[in-house]
């Protein structure tokens, strides 16, 4: 979205936020802020708007239930602190700033706050500001570093918005419009990018670009038109809150495309590099087995050598190291040189040739065999490398991902996600309970450690085999109970006896606590805990 695409968004947005109560803040994802609201003027359901810090993007709105409502987490909840329960009194776009701001209201406030969203190419600043003294209260900035005198937000610090610093000398678009002549002359001086950027407001990285392909297309009218359409978008200025609602609704489903084109295409990429990767190395495995089978000496003739030196074993003498035989096995051949280990008596330096043709005459159908099926896997590989860059939608490429995974070519490590997510691959032993409960139980020390101190979760119920070195065992809690039902926790207990050392005994003792009880023990050894409190339940094995 262009900063005037964004500006016929928050058109639309002052149509509908005004009197809308923020519920909560969530930080969706690294870059991305979300605040809930609640306008029961427009309808009972809860709206997101969208903050986006990774792309020029703004207000764009999603409907929710209640049943939606995630707890906000991370920087979300120092913003959720200082913006629960704030009433949007108006959404402005000062012009010609590429500037949005929000202005907010409560009760308990001595003053208004201000939500600022300071837009620069595909980067942002969102700062909320106490307007009666300009302070910072809490910020997310995501500048290029190509700007210079950029600013600093840090909670606590006076606000100056970024704007500000570069209004002087800064002329208005209107300018551009002006003549062909004129325009032809900006943009031919040097770094004629940096010169608009610089020089004319408000122009992004994204209209510069585009004003400059337009000198390499043909017509005089071009440049002109392009301008037009960005300066003349409708702003929908008498539309309904229905069709406001229509209008972002459609950027959000353009949103959604690109971010779903975006993910199938860095699929696609990640995919092929799996296979690239996994083709160099069956190349480099062909390649260094023919090496091998060309070193290797002929079957035939050192099978033959060790024929004749048992047909001549009573010529070996001890300390020999070569012998030259007569080769009566083949008419017309000239005699055989031999070599021998002078360290070893005629009998081992037989049985060692006698080995070595064995070995060679073995060595040479195993490599055959084995070049014959990385000719096989080189040519289905080589088919699914076809097949993916013909790929169009995501079924291709899970399927493709589905034989990777079983040819152990993709694995968890090969993707990106965060620890949470990936919780169910993890190399854990997995077990649900007929109740629907989650079991996770630790394979080594290592993954004991994980599971206990990274995955699980302070209310997750804990336990291990007592007395017995075994497996950390998580049983999933998400609703947060305070007991887990009997037969999920009986369950889990009989796993936790079963991968331990007790394994065969009977009647062990089992620890049960939530996993805030636990901690990891000081030492170099992982998986090491300490229980803090504990009850204990006795059970046999499976």
Not at 16 to 42: H, T, W
Request: charged share 25%; aromatic share 6%; net charge positive.
């Amino acid at each position: 979205m262009d900063f005037y695409d964004l500006k016929n968004a928050v058109t639309c947005l002052k149509k509908i936020i005004p009197g809308a109560v923020i519920q909560y803040c969530n930080n969706n994802e690294a870059k991305e802020l979300s605040i809930v609201l609640l306008n029961r003027n427009l309808s009972d359901s809860f709206h997101t708007l969208i903050i986006d810090c990774g792309k020029l993007t703004s207000g764009v709105f999603y409907e929710l239930t209640s049943a939606h409502k995630n707890t906000s987490s991370g920087l979300a909840r120092s913003f959720s602190k200082k913006l629960h329960g704030a009433n949007i009194v108006s959404v402005n776009m000062p012009y010609p700033d590429r500037v949005v701001t929000v202005e907010l209201q409560l009760k308990e406030w001595p003053s208004n706050r201000e939500l600022w969203l300071e837009f620069c190419g595909i980067n942002s600043n969102v700062s909320l500001i106490d307007g009666s003294n300009n302070e910072i209260l809490e910020c997310l900035t995501k500048f290029p570093e190509s700007l210079e005198d950029r600013p600093v937000r840090m909670p606590g610090r006076r606000f100056q918005s970024f704007w500000d610093t570069r209004k002087k000398g800064v002329k208005p678009l209107e300018d551009l419009i002006d003549s062909t002549e004129q325009i032809t002359q900006v943009l031919q001086q040097d770094a004629p990018r940096k010169f608009l950027l610089n020089n004319y407001a408000p122009i992004t990285p994204t209209l510069a670009d585009k004003l400059l392909q337009s000198l390499d297309q043909p017509g005089s009218d071009k440049l002109q038109s392009i301008i037009a359409r960005f300066m003349n978008a409708s702003e929908l200025t008498d539309a309904s809150a229905n069709e406001a609602l229509s209008y972002l609704n459609k950027v959000s489903t353009e949103r959604q495309d690109k971010k779903r084109h975006i993910h199938f295409t860095t699929s696609k990429r990640r995919l092929l590099k799996v296979l690239d990767t996994a083709l160099n190395r069956i190349n480099r495995s062909k390649s260094k087995l023919h090496s091998d089978l060309d070193q290797l000496p002929d079957p035939d003739i050192a099978r033959r050598k060790a024929d004749l030196l048992a047909m001549n074993f009573h010529l070996i003498k001890s300390g020999m190291s070569q012998i030259q035989l007569p080769d009566v096995l083949e008419t017309g051949s000239p005699s055989c040189l031999i070599q021998l280990d002078p360290a070893k008596t005629p009998q081992k330096n037989l049985d060692a040739l006698y080995k070595k043709a064995g070995k060679i005459a073995r060595s040479v159908p195993k490599i055959n065999k084995r070049l014959q099926q990385l000719d096989q896997e080189s040519h289905m590989l080589s088919e699914m490398m076809q097949k993916l860059h013909q790929a169009e939608h995501d079924d291709t490429l899970n399927h493709i991902a589905d034989q990777l995974r079983n040819a152990g070519l993709l694995t968890a490590q090969s993707t990106k996600a965060s620890t949470k997510a990936m919780l169910s691959k993890k190399p854990y032993h997995r077990f649900v309970t007929k109740d629907g409960f989650q079991i996770y139980v630790g394979r080594n020390a290592v993954e004991n450690a994980m599971l206990s101190f990274q995955d699980a979760s302070p209310h997750d119920f804990w336990l291990h085999a007592k007395g017995y070195q075994g497996a950390h065992v998580i049983l999933k809690n998400p609703g947060k109970l305070t007991e887990a039902p009997t037969n999920a926790i009986t369950y889990a207990a009989r796993l936790a006896v079963y991968y331990s050392k007790a394994r065969n005994e009977k009647r062990i003792p089992v620890i049960v606590t939530q996993k805030k009880n636990v901690r990891a023990a000081s030492g170099k050894n992982p998986g090491l805990a300490r229980v803090f409190r504990h009850k204990t339940l006795t059970v046999d094995s499976l």
